[in-house]
């Protein structure tokens, strides 16, 4: 075991929130390219394109919690969590590289129709991204201590997470698609593969209580879905904001714009308004919410966290009429945002089973991907009515 991983200092946090960061930016990746290049390269219509991206929800719900109750009960390749993380983080990075190679692999393979390999590859993503996501996050909690410890070790996941998350929309923007794509399919690669050959996992996962040598093992049921239903709720908002910012843009803020110029100020506006989010996303939680956290706790910084949320939609509804107003409620939200993505998780795992982490943190990633689902059926019930 290295020295860093014994002494919990702040470059072992660093390393092993790497995995989990490799999967944040094949998702931003896969976010910024996938259905650009679905549609202009590969002349996917808009019906094949969404049939893509509704398998990521759908992967999510069953993949995680599978792979994170199976991760619980192996041990291989030196670890519990490594295997998948190894496995996962390989074929994201081979995928991104298949992405804008799909014709090529057609014509090796000598299929005749480009979609079902483009299909198969962008499937291959999604899943190798949703899998991934869950052993990432469980090996954090596997390798740290409970307490203030375990609220730092997701804080500087979210921080260095978040960081390259924002550095995937400026490369893209910056220097277009296809280096973005080949930037990522290195650093996920990496940032996957090399952490796993220098942390050491736990081969016991039970953990013992702060009064007693007892081993911890009982799950907080009550507490647990508490955490789930509020996490939840949370995410309801959220997704809301993901999927109507657009509609909101164009109903609020481009008065007086020629309409050959609304799509791209549109787009402008959105790319801002989240680099603005994810910005203050990936700076507040290591560096404000786990030292605030260490003196008054991680359910009150939550709470505080979210209200500013809160708040800030409330500006954006009510005030949002320029541009620059709608930058600086997005800054608020970015508050929430950042403590939703990183303590809910360092709370959650210290109310269950430390033996089931694994499947655990699948059936938490569900209070994720449930409210996408209902925001998703809410949209297209609401297209089908007009």
């Not at 994810?278 to 290591?286: E, K, R």
């Not at 320029?322 to 939200?333: G, S």
């Amino acid at each position: 075991m290295l020295d860093i991983q014994k002494k919990l200092t702040n470059s072992f946090y660093a390393l092993i929130s790497l995995p989990s960061t490799a999967m944040g930016f094949a998702l931003s990746i896969q976010i910024s390219a996938l259905s650009w290049l679905l549609t202009t390269k590969y002349n996917l219509d808009i019906h094949e394109v969404g049939i893509v991206w509704a398998a990521g929800p759908l992967a999510g719900i069953f993949g995680q919690v599978i792979i994170g109750l199976i991760s619980d009960k192996v041990w291989f390749w030196g670890g519990r969590r490594r295997p998948f993380i190894l496995i996962g983080g390989t074929l994201a990075a081979l995928m991104l590289l298949a992405l804008p190679n799909i014709d090529v692999i057609s014509n090796a393979l000598g299929i005749t129709n480009l979609l079902v390999v483009a299909v198969a590859v962008a499937l291959t993503l999604d899943l190798s991204i949703n899998i991934s996501f869950n052993p990432t996050r469980s090996i954090i909690a596997d390798a740290t201590p409970e307490g203030n410890p375990r609220t730092k070790g997701y804080t500087w996941m979210q921080t260095i997470s978040g960081f390259f998350g924002v550095l995937a929309y400026v490369v893209g923007a910056t220097y277009g698609n296809y280096v973005l794509i080949n930037f990522g399919v290195a650093f996920v690669f990496l940032a996957s593969v090399v952490p796993t050959l220098f942390v050491v996992e736990p081969k016991e996962l039970t953990e013992k209580t702060s009064n007693a040598e007892q081993p911890k093992t009982a799950t907080e049921w009550g507490q647990l879905w508490r955490i789930y239903i509020a996490h939840g709720f949370s995410w309801v908002g959220v997704q809301t904001m993901f999927v109507y910012i657009i509609a909101f843009i164009q109903q609020k803020l481009v008065g007086g714009i020629p309409e050959p110029d609304v799509a791209g100020f549109s787009g402008q506006v959105i790319a801002i308004s989240f680099a603005v989010l994810n910005t203050v996303g990936f700076i507040l939680p290591a560096f404000v919410l786990e030292p605030v956290a260490e003196k008054i706790g991680r359910v009150k910084v939550h709470l505080i966290a979210v209200a500013f949320m809160s708040a800030g939609y409330f500006g954006i509804a009510f005030l949002g009429t320029t541009p620059m107003i709608m930058y600086v409620m997005m800054a608020v939200c970015g508050i929430g945002w950042a403590s939703i993505v990183s303590i809910p998780f360092a709370i959650m795992t210290e109310k269950i089973d430390k033996s089931r982490t694994g499947f655990f943190m699948g059936i938490f990633n569900l209070s994720v991907v449930i409210p996408k689902l209902i925001v998703i059926l809410f949209v297209l019930m609401r297209s089908t009515r007009t």
